[in-house]
């Protein structure tokens, strides 16, 4: 019996015990497995220092410090978390500038059909450290600070409404927001050693501005959902005021489908899965539950239609991961020369041809060093 086949049997065999979380039939099939994925062995780098499967290519988008294509909007520093929203037929992609003493806030690139920059500008200024967020249904963009005791801001990508602070949502190391529509709820990660996993309830969905924040907890009857007494934090910090909270060990990216929202934490290399029906935790991928794995640094997460998710490192050797409904975890693609920097914002354009990302401090090392491209290829539509 391999070390991955021992682990994975301790897991099913010990469920809740072990591991803190409980094993379903849907998730027997955790953790994810070191093999080839759908698009075969990474080539050698492109002229962008990029190594992609065939058919694939890449081309810069915007580098932080310059003009955005011929728009002359200048694009911001450190470049992080970002998503895709649709625009006639084109689309927006928004990114958050992880920068702090104020400098932080959200950019956006409009695209025309043909995948042309048609326009760039700000849609939130002002803030601190924006790290990653979530799309919502309604097509805005939450914007995390991750700060102590920072905000959720909810900004308009169309650059038509401006910018709101979404206080009701809490007060903490914000890092990622996704939205459950079936539930009505927005998940929401916490950057700390020893952070929480929330839910925020609003009182009408697609009105933020007022709710309840619950946090997770675990005891011995199993998983739930408790109400945080104070969302602002002044009186003490949100992840230590439900007893029994469930910890977990740097939250990062967060991404919801199909009835599960997947979340990564840096501090063990987990990416989880939490049935929101079923209201069930399991670990869908741990770097210490395969053989030679692929992925490390586990950070901003996403999806594709056809259930595939992607996964980039902060760290590691600057990948984007390709975690499969199969369970087969590869890389989808390596960003060489930029072993200082980390991989942010991954996102799909509304057709799913096209994927976005940015080095966040590029060739430099430095935030003023930031880089977001753009992959275009034959991304699967099917399985």
Request: glycine content about 14%; hydrophobic content about 30%.
């Amino acid at each position: 019996m391999d070390r991955r086949t021992l682990l994975r049997s301790a897991v099913v065999g010990t469920g809740a015990v072990a591991f803190g979380f409980t094993m379903t039939r849907e998730s027997l099939g955790y953790p994810a497995r070191t093999g080839t994925g759908p698009y075969g062995p990474l080539r050698a780098a492109d002229a962008n220092g990029i190594m992609l499967p065939s058919g694939f290519t890449s081309r810069v988008i915007a580098r932080s410090g310059q003009a955005v294509a011929s728009t002359g909007y200048l694009w911001h520093g450190a470049p992080d978390g970002g998503a895709c929203f649709p625009d006639g037929s084109g689309w927006i992609y928004v990114s958050n500038a992880e920068l702090g003493s104020g400098s932080g806030g959200v950019s956006a690139i409009r695209f025309n059909g043909s995948g042309s920059v048609t326009g760039a500008y700000r849609i939130l200024s002002g803030t601190n450290r924006n790290c990653a967020g979530g799309a919502t249904p309604w097509n805005t963009w939450l914007s995390c600070e991750e700060v102590s005791r920072g905000y959720v801001y909810e900004t308009d990508p169309y650059g038509s409404n401006p910018a709101v602070r979404r206080a009701a949502m809490g007060r903490f190391t914000h890092e990622a927001a996704a939205c459950d529509p079936d539930r009505r709820v927005v998940y929401l990660t916490e950057d700390e050693s020893d952070g929480a996993f929330y839910r925020f309830v609003p009182d009408t969905w697609g009105d933020l501005s007022s709710g309840t924040l619950q946090v997770l907890r675990e005891t011995g009857s199993g998983l739930s959902w408790a109400t945080v007494p104070d969302p602002d934090g002044s009186s003490r910090a949100t992840r230590k005021q439900v007893s029994g909270t469930k910890r977990f060990a740097g939250g990062e990216g967060c991404y919801y489908a199909s009835g599960t929202c997947f979340f990564t934490t840096k501090g063990d290399n987990r990416v989880w899965a939490y049935d929101a029906a079923a209201n069930t935790l399991a670990i869908a991928y741990d770097d210490n539950l395969t053989s030679s794995p692929p992925l490390t640094g586990v950070d901003n997460i996403t999806g594709a239609r056809v259930g595939d998710l992607y996964v980039a490192e902060d760290g590691g050797n600057m990948e984007i991961c390709v975690i499969t409904p199969d369970d087969v975890v590869a890389p989808f693609l390596r960003i060489t020369g930029q072993s200082s920097s980390e991989i942010c914002g991954p996102a799909f354009n509304p057709a799913g041809n096209r994927l976005y990302f940015s080095s966040q401090r590029g060739t430099s090392g430095s935030s003023g060093g930031g880089i977001t491209y753009e992959v275009t290829g034959p991304f699967r539509s099917s399985l």
